[in-house]
T-cell receptor
Framework: AQSVSQHNHHVILSEAASLELGCNYS??????LFWYVQYPGQHLQLLLK??????LVKGIKGFEAEFIKSKFSFNLRKPSVQWSDTAEYFC????????????FGSGTRLLVRP | SAVISQKPSRDICQRGTSLTIQCQVD?????MFWYRQQPGQSLTLIAT?????????ESGFVIDKFPISRPNLTFSTLTVSNMSPEDSSIYLC??????????FGSGTQLSVL
């Protein structure tokens, strides 16, 4: 069965620090990959997505993620975080043979201290 | 992307009762999904709501407990039946976005006493 692992459950950073959140998935076929963000009190929003092509994907608010197929990974990065990045971040995977069904990771709560 | 409205946004219910959650989309969408987010956990797919046919349920979820309706391409309901405290969760409606990704509603926070 497909699964998604996010190894960092809680991350605390100071403003301007660099961020990298890990995401690994288990599925041998072709996948679509996503990062969603949930700001406090708000609904889940798409941060960025990878379907094909350049494995380095740029999303909103300065976030980027790199798909490394050999490592089954899709890590999220941001060179300099802001207090407003405080949120919960979810990695999700869609196997291309299973319609739009998403498998989510357990999420990472990021707290950015001003 | 589609704008999704869910009602109610939150509710507190008594054990043994049922609650119906509504999901309204501002445009016609092919795929509608219902997810559950239990406290401190990630999102789990409950079922895919199919227009004109029965919903497709994921392992661990059954129609008697979570009946779903999908009368048209813009609307769906999820009922949480015979509730227990273990059903306390956020229930989320989602739809296919502009491409193979999902847009999510704001969710329904359910507390069962």
């Amino acid at each position: 069965a497909q699964s998604v692992s996010q190894h960092n459950h809680h991350v605390i950073l100071s403003e301007a620090a660099s961020l990298e959140l890990g995401c690994n998935y288990s599925y041998g076929g072709t996948v679509n990959l996503f990062w969603y963000v949930q700001y406090p009190g708000q609904h889940l929003q798409l941060l960025l997505k990878y379907f094909s092509g350049d494995p380095l994907v740029k999303g909103i608010k300065g976030f980027e993620a790199e798909f490394i197929k050999s490592k089954f990974s899709f890590n999220l990065r941001k060179p300099s975080v802001q207090w407003s990045d405080t949120a919960e971040y979810f990695c999700a995977v869609n196997a291309m043979d299973s319609s739009y069904k998403l498998i989510f990771g357990s999420g990472t709560r990021l707290l950015v201290r001003p | 992307s589609a704008v999704i409205s869910q009602k109610p946004s939150r509710d507190i219910c008594q054990r043994g009762t049922s609650l119906t959650i509504q999901c309204q989309v501002d445009s016609q969408v092919t795929m509608m999904f219902w997810y559950r987010q239990q406290p401190g956990q990630s999102l789990t797919l409950i079922a895919t709501a199919n227009q004109g046919s029965e919903a497709t349920y994921e392992s661990g979820f059954v129609i008697d407990k979570f009946p779903i309706s999908r009368p048209n391409l813009t609307f769906s309901t999820l009922t949480v039946s015979n509730m227990s405290p273990e059903d306390s969760s956020i229930y989320l409606c989602s739809v296919d976005g502009e491409g193979p990704f999902l847009s999510f509603g704001s969710g329904t926070q359910l507390s069962v006493l």
